[in-house]
């Protein structure tokens, strides 16, 4: 009966350490994916910020280019009203 009563204690043993170890390693693996997470979330952000950026940028372009296009039909007019 001693034997036993000391295998059941080593292994109880075993088995709280293999525990502990599976803890560490999920949390290990949860910290690894909020990190990933993160850092997708923070990328796809960029990229939003980026493609916002580039659709000012054009439309900054757009409005400089009609606002040439209307100097030049004023330019014209006013050729037009001298003659």
């Known amino acids: 009966m001693q034997v036993r009563g000391k295998s059941i204690f080593i292994f109880f043993i075993f088995t709280t350490g293999s525990h502990e170890m599976e803890k ?12 990933a997470d993160t850092e997708s979330k923070a990328e796809m952000k960029k990229d939003a910020i980026q493609s916002s950026d580039e659709g000012i940028q054009l439309h900054e372009e757009e409005q400089k280019s009609l606002q040439e296009k209307m100097k ?3 330019e014209k007019q006013q050729d037009l009203a001298m003659n």
């Open 72 to 74: 030049k039909l004023n």
């Open 24 to 35: 560490d390693v999920v949390k290990k693996k949860m910290k690894n994916y909020r990190k």
